[in-house]
């Protein structure tokens, strides 16, 4: 046996509009981004893959990633221990977009840097 219920009754039943719902989850959103400062939501990319390396162009703020166990091409150089980008925008990221290293391995200031 079926029992039928109105949509009128329904709405009696629960004793408060959908509009209320959407308010409080709206309310609680707005608190939980507020004490967190965004930062539950914040994303940051990898400068390489897990199973490679960063590395730095001679003279120029280029950068490209190589594979674990093998060296960097002719031009490129790996970055001086303690000063390895590890994310987009980090530290060392941002650093080596005004410096670089000489043929000798030197740092130095980027010549195309502006």
């Known amino acids: 046996m079926y029992r039928r219920i109105s949509a009128p009754t329904t709405a009696l039943r629960l004793g408060r509009s959908p ?3 959407v308010a409080a989850a709206l309310a609680g959103a707005a608190a939980v981004m507020a004490l967190t400062g965004c ?3 914040e ?3 990898d400068i390489c893959m897990s199973n490679e390396y960063p590395v730095l162009t001679v003279n120029g703020t280029g950068s490209a990633c ?4 093998q060296e960097p091409q002719a031009g490129f150089m790996r970055y001086p221990e303690g000063k390895v ?5 980090d530290r060392w990221d941002v650093y080596w977009n005004t410096h ?3 043929k000798d391995g030197n740092v130095i200031d980027a010549p195309d840097a502006r």
């Open 19 to 21: 509009a209320v719902g």
């Open 39 to 41: 930062s539950a939501f």
């Open 43 to 45: 994303y940051k990319e």
């Open 66 to 69: 190589v594979s674990n166990g």
């Open 85 to 89: 980008p590890q994310q987009v925008d």
């Open 100 to 102: 670089t290293l000489d």
